[in-house]
């Protein structure tokens, strides 16, 4: 089990060293959805939605989300974030009504920021389906996925398809 790298040699869970990693920019980005329904995505559009701007708080949401990835995640480490962006597009698929959430996340560190993308996504997603909720149970939360990384010392990654 030692060759594992987030056990100790008791086989139990540990945190990875970085320390001797080397400090460099690592970048990103992860994408999620919700499908509502039509009237869910007139009412968020139009911003009226009883409990608030949705797009707004669900941002907000997603950027306190990647700060404390590392709170919720076990063997994730405090980064010094750098930078988290959060966007909103819409698609239609029939009659789906899908809000798509792309979420970036910057750091220069010793450790990349995979994860603090997709929680912002995760949570983008979660938050949209709390503040819509007493409207339709029914939303479904889509894929969640890592769109693109830079950085570190497995080098870049880019999604092709999913």
């Known amino acids: 089990m030692t060759d594992f790298t987030h056990f100790n040699q008791e086989g139990r869970a540990k945190m990875v060293d970085v320390s001797n990693k080397p400090e460099t920019v690592r970048t990103a980005i992860a994408h999620s959805s919700i499908i509502v329904n039509k009237e869910i995505y007139e009412k968020i559009t139009s911003n009226k939605m009883k409990k608030g701007d949705v797009l707004a708080v669900a941002q907000v949401a997603g950027v306190m989300a990647c700060k404390k990835t590392w709170e919720i995640i076990p063997m994730c480490h405090p980064i010094p974030l750098t ?78 398809t999913i």
């Open 83 to 160: 930078g988290v962006d959060i966007s909103f597009s819409w698609a239609m698929d029939q009659e789906e009504y899908i809000l798509l959430i792309t979420a970036s996340a910057k750091t220069k560190g010793n450790t990349g920021v995979e994860m603090e993308a997709l929680t912002a996504a995760s949570v983008c997603a979660l938050t949209v389906y709390d503040m819509c909720k007493a409207i339709d149970k029914g939303m479904i939360i889509g894929r969640t996925y890592l769109v693109e990384k830079t950085g570190g010392k497995n080098g870049d990654f880019k999604r092709d």
